[in-house]
T-cell receptor, first 114, second 116 residues
Framework: GDSVTQMEGPVTLSEEAFLTINCTYT??????LFWYVQYPGEGLQLLLK?????DKGSNKGFEATYRKETTSFHLEKGSVQVSDSAVYFC?????????????FGKGITLSVRP | GAGVSQSPSNKVTEKGKDVELRCDPI?????LYWYRQSLGQGLEFLIY????????KSGLPSDRFSAERTGGSVSTLTIQRTQQEDSAVYLC??????????????FGPGTRLTVL
């Protein structure tokens, strides 16, 4: 079945550091890929997505490129801020029958210190 | 417009009791999903509704769990004879059609269930 693997956490960075969070996936077809973020005390919200190979999703300075050859969707940001401290989830959606459910990675906690 | 809403935000119950969790999706969204977020299992799919079609119940962990969606809008997740391992945050999401993997799912704030 489908699966998503994220790098182990937690991750602690200083403000303005470069961020990479690795994500790889296994799927039988052509999934869409997502990064969701959960800020402290808040619900899950979409950060960015890519729906086909070589697409780049971007939002709030974050970017991720859908790499079919390496089955990866790594999240990057050039300069993190304290306000980026949150839990980040990589996910895929692949239509199975009539269901386009999300399959999530385990999530990684990012802490950014001033 | 209004996002996905869920109630209650917190629920504490005793082992063996039944609980009902409610989800109000975004107006006009035909697809509705329930997920569970727990420390041990991460985020897991539970059940999916799309329009008037029969729901996909493949993620429900046991027959103590059931859900319905009335009038294609509000959904209720019911857990009967709750157990301590049911303690988790229950998340509801909706999307415009649910028939495409490219659809974005929008999540509610969740209901935190604690079974004593």
């Amino acid at each position: 079945g489908d699966s998503v693997t994220q790098m182990e956490g937690p991750v602690t960075l200083s403000e303005e550091a470069f961020l990479t969070i690795n994500c790889t996936y296994t799927a039988t077809g052509y999934p869409s890929l997502f990064w969701y973020v959960q800020y402290p005390g808040e619900g899950l919200q979409l950060l960015l997505k890519a729906t086909k190979a070589d697409d780049k999703g971007s939002n709030k300075g974050f970017e991720a490129t859908y790499r079919k050859e390496t089955t990866s969707f790594h999240l990057e940001k050039g300069s993190v801020q304290v306000s980026d401290s949150a839990v980040y989830f990589c996910a895929l959606s692949e239509r199975t029958g009539a269901n386009s459910k999300l399959t999530f990675g385990k999530g990684i906690t990012l802490s950014v210190r001033p | 417009g209004a996002g996905v809403s869920q109630s209650p935000s917190n629920k504490v119950t005793e082992k063996g009791k039944d609980v009902e969790l409610r989800c109000d999706p975004i107006s006009g969204h035909t697809a509705l999903y329930w997920y569970r977020q727990s420390l041990g299992q991460g985020l897991e799919f539970l059940i999916y509704f799309q329009g008037n079609s029969a729901p996909d119940k493949s993620g429900l962990p046991s027959d103590r769990f059931s859900a319905e969606r009335t009038g294609g809008s509000v959904s209720t997740l019911t857990i009967q004879r709750t157990q301590q391992e049911d303690s988790a945050v229950y998340l509801c999401a909706s999307s415009l059609t649910g028939t495409s993997s490219t659809d974005t799912q929008y999540f509610g704030p969740g209901t935190r269930l604690t079974v004593l």
